[in-house]
């Protein structure tokens, strides 16, 4: 038996982490107009650059899952922060824009690994009823790193200027690498603490085309990508949209743009985390636990629609956070599936199916946004079609996605990956 602060150990180092990741991605949206002043780039190209880190992200996911099967979690996120650090100390000292896309598909690349990472370790260290907490972790740290890095990579533009904002991640980075070298190491599977998910473990690595036969990975994964384009949308437009939809100030928008994140990196820890564990030990059935929260939570996602129709600075603040905080209470739910799903051994391709979804949403969103407010100066349109998305993301749930327990894969123990 695996003692409990060892697990809760490792659960703070990923989220940790993932605190430290979401600041590389952060950085180059509360650079609008520092952007357009270095490299006199519009709209439409600072979309394309905002998206670009997502096109190498999306390109690895699926290699980064069977690597992450084959090699385990501790080799490949070394690697991986590695090359992150590297790509915004590049970030930090490019002389044109096309480096600095160079760079950003660099940090892609690097990145690739980690979300999936996250959630073959918590399969590997937590049993299935305590993976909402450690879960919750690792996502709530990316609310809250966006929380915080908004903000404070946002005064360090301000003040000391652009390149100094890409190099304090890149040396956040390499500490993390350093923290991460030092208390990480994966288990080995036959001491994975849950005996039943043991039984099938050398058994149960599975090609990806059986994986994408199967309509919960499938619903799994649109609903996952669903998700992500309204958080995109959020992550790389909100500050130039409180700037120039809401006729905020440069500071004030990079201020108040951090409170919609900190009410969700909350939010998503205490009901996505703790009310879901804890509804599970009393005794609820799990499933419908755990699906009960994420529809409700996606369904809170909608309040997404109100910058389409609302003006009042305020009240677009709350309805953005609330819209947060139910996108955030379901994504831990949508991180345990992979373990809940498949088999341990075929974990990290499930996690890099989902993931792949979500990185095409996360290209599409900052790219399809800045046409849209080019072509119609205005970002309603551009809010009305994240809403239009999260429906058909909570379709797929219901009718894809299905009750939440593992696959019955009655050919797990004859197939090998290829």
């Known amino acids: ?5 060892k697990r809760v150990s490792i659960a703070v ?18 650079a609008h107009d520092a952007l357009q002043s270095a490299f006199g780039i519009s709209d439409i190209v600072f ?81 299935p009823n305590e993976r909402g907490v450690p879960t919750a972790t690792f996502d709530a740290a990316a609310k809250l790193s966006i929380g915080l890095g908004t903000p404070i990579l946002g005064l360090i533009l301000l003040r000391f200027g652009m390149r100094a904002n890409f190099a304090a991640t890149a040396i956040l980075s390499i500490l993390y690498a350093l923290l991460f070298a030092f208390t990480y190491r994966d288990p080995a599977v036959r001491q994975n603490i849950d005996p039943a998910e043991n039984k099938n473990a050398d058994t149960g690595r ?14 799994a994964a649109l609903g996952s990508g669903a998700y992500n384009y309204c958080f995109y949308l959020l992550l ?80 677009v603040l709350v309805c953005l956070s609330l819209a947060l905080s139910g996108l955030a209470a379901a994504s831990p739910i949508l991180w345990t599936l992979p373990s809940l799903l498949a088999p341990p051994a075929s974990t990290g391709r499930v996690g890099a199916i989902m993931n792949q979804s979500n990185q095409l949403a996360a290209i599409v969103a900052p790219v399809a ?23 058909i993301g909570i379709a797929s749930y219901v009718f894809l996605l299905g009750r939440i327990e593992q696959i019955p894969f009655a050919l797990a123990k004859d197939q090998l990956a290829a």
């Not at 100390?89 to 940090?107: D, E, K, Q, S, Y």
Request: positive net charge.
């Open 47 to 127: 979309g394309y650059l905002l998206g670009a880190y997502s096109w190498t992200y999306a390109m690895m996911q699926l290699p980064s899952g069977s690597l992450l099967d084959r090699f385990g979690v501790r080799r490949i996120m070394l690697v991986s922060i590695l090359l992150w650090a590297i790509a915004s100390g590049l970030a930090a000292v490019a002389p044109t824009i096309l480096f600095l896309f160079a760079a950003r598909f660099l940090l892609g690349i690097g990145e690739a690994p980690t979300f999936p990472a996250c959630a073959k370790a918590i399969g590997l260290w937590f049993p």
């Open 1 to 5: 038996m695996i003692s409990r602060n």
């Open 13 to 30: 180092v990923l989220g940790i982490g993932i605190l430290v990741n979401y600041f590389d991605r952060v950085n180059l949206s509360v």
């Open 206 to 219: 599975l090609r990806l085309s059986d994986l994408l036969r199967q309509r919960k990975i499938l619903g």
């Open 369 to 391: 946004t800045g046409y849209i407010t080019t072509g119609t100066h205005s970002f309603d349109a551009a809010f009305f079609v994240a809403g239009i998305i999260l429906l």
């Open 236 to 315: 790389t437009w909100m500050p130039f949209y409180l700037q120039k939809g809401l006729k905020m100030t440069s500071r004030q928008a990079v201020l108040w743009s951090a409170v919609p994140w900190l009410v969700a990196a909350f939010f998503g820890f205490a009901v996505g985390g703790m009310l879901t564990d804890s509804l599970i030990r009393r005794g609820h059935d799990a499933g419908t636990v755990r699906k009960t929260i994420l529809l409700i939570g996606t369904g809170m996602g909608l309040f997404v629609l109100a910058p389409a129709f609302l003006r009042q600075p305020q009240i």
